[in-house]
């Protein structure tokens, strides 16, 4: 079901690779809700994914960029600005990459050149957007800009590693720019922290499996799905969430409120019960 919540608003979406990308669903809905897009990922994951699919699909503009880049990204808007002959209404940051995780560095033995490229990617790419878009005046007055964090940002997680401190400094950015730029422009920046999802980035976190089979049991509504988080994602592109900014929502079926589900207690008292029996002690 549509529902021509994005008419006539013009949109940059970054990070889309395949059809397992949030970033995918979101510029297929976003087209499907009326709005005209232009897609954006580097030369190389341009090269490798199935973006000109994507592109076919919804009659978008591809223009290549690496986020880290502020001569891209001044590239990118002055081109989607021409194309779109004037300012954009929204844009989607779906971007993050951990090198310590690729190449199995655990927490405590990272390398360091990695993490500061971790953070430049997933995170400080992120203020070199809305900086070079601010000093272009490239976002119309109550435009809306997402960028996709997760819990980890407040809450340890095994195997995510540096990312969690990359998806914090996401959200801190979303926080000080979403001043300046609401002062200023009227314009609104937020981060929605997604459910694990199994996207082609993720598949390479330790335990991503257990992890989304964990949330899911833990959610009073289960997991949010790429698809769930395109929604969500639209909604907050629409004039419906014109007084929304600054925030980290939580689009996780409720397991960031959730300390023990009835579920997971069941899970642990039938497993303490086999400790029990099969060791005749507990182990604290």
């Given at each position: 079901?549509?529902?021509?919540?994005l008419k006539g608003k013009k949109g940059i979406i970054f990070g889309a690779l395949n059809d397992m990308s949030i970033a995918w669903k979101v510029a297929e809905r976003a087209v499907e809700e009326g709005a005209e897009i232009v897609l954006t990922n580097t030369p190389l994951a341009i090269r490798m994914g199935d973006m000109d699919k994507l592109a076919e699909k919804t009659n978008a503009k591809v223009i290549p960029a690496d986020a880290t880049s502020v001569e891209d990204l001044e590239n990118l808007i002055k081109e989607s600005m021409a194309h779109?002959?004037?300012?954009?209404?929204?844009?989607?940051h779906s971007i993050g990459m951990s090198l310590?995780?690729?190449?199995?560095r655990p927490y405590d033995d990272l390398n360091y050149d990695y993490m500061m490229k971790s953070m430049d990617i997933s995170a400080i790419s992120f203020h070199k957007l809305l900086q070079t878009a601010r000093k272009l005046d490239a976002i119309s007055e109550w435009g809306s800009v997402v960028a996709l964090s997760y819990i980890a940002a407040q809450r340890t997680f095994f195997g995510?590693?540096?990312?969690?401190?990359?998806?914090?400094?996401?959200?801190?950015?979303?926080?000080?720019?979403?001043?300046?730029?609401?002062?200023?422009k009227k314009i609104r920046i937020n981060t929605i922290s997604q459910s694990p999802t199994l996207t082609t980035a993720g598949q390479g976190i330790k335990g991503m499996s257990d992890l989304i089979d964990f949330s899911e049991r833990m959610s009073p509504l289960g997991n949010a799905s790429a698809d769930d988080c395109a929604d969500y994602c639209l909604v907050m592109?629409?004039?419906?969430?014109r007084k929304v900014t600054m925030q980290n929502l939580f689009h996780d079926g409720g397991f960031s409120q959730v300390g023990m589900s009835w579920?997971?207690?069941n899970v642990y008292s039938m497993s303490?019960?086999?400790m029990k029996n099969n060791m005749d002690k507990i182990i604290d």
């Open positions: 079901m549509t529902y021509n919540l779109f002959g004037g300012q954009v209404d929204f844009i989607l310590n995780v690729r190449k199995n995510y590693n540096e990312m969690a401190e990359a998806k914090a400094m996401l959200e801190s950015i979303a926080r000080s720019f979403g001043y300046i730029y609401g002062r200023d592109f629409s004039d419906l969430t579920r997971a207690m303490l019960e086999d």
